[in-house]
Nanobody, 125 residues
Framework: QVQLVESGGGLVQAGDSLRLSCAAS????????MGWFRQAPGKERELVAA????????YYADSVKGRFTISRDNAKNTVYLQILSLKPEDTAAYYC??????????????????WGQGTQVTVSS
């Protein structure tokens, strides 16, 4: 049974930093490109960052470039999302997801096979 478990979210102030983690089990983690999505109330889920199976390639949405960094540790079956200089508009539920192939720059969430339950990030101004 595949499980993706996010952690690291919380209530923070604007300008703070956070590191989200996603621990994977039940799959050969190093075979899967991974993505971080977020969904704010009343908005569609959007891909903010993705990383290739090796970690050698990354993708970022224009809205987060320069502030978000995705990384992975295949030995620990974990993918991370470092967020700097948090803004109120970053408030959302953040989800990690695994896909079995395809381009990491493809933002279609339906191409992802497995999803975590999400971790809430709330940024106060």
């Amino acid at each position: 049974q595949v499980q993706l478990v996010e952690s690291g979210g919380g209530l923070v102030q604007a300008g703070d930093s956070l590191r989200l983690s996603c621990a994977a089990s039940g799959l050969t983690f190093s075979n899967y490109p991974m993505g971080w999505f977020r969904q704010a109330p009343g908005k569609e889920r959007e891909l903010v960052a993705a990383i290739s199976w090796s970690g050698g390639s990354t993708y970022y949405a224009d809205s987060v470039k320069g502030r978000f960094t995705i990384s992975r540790d295949n030995a620990k079956n974990t993918v991370y999302l470092q967020i700097l200089s948090l803004k109120p508009e970053d408030t959302a539920a953040y989800y990690c997801a695994a896909k079995s192939g395809g381009s990491i720059s493809d933002r279609n969430s339906r191409l992802y096979d497995y999803w975590g339950q999400g971790t809430q990030v709330t940024v106060s101004s």
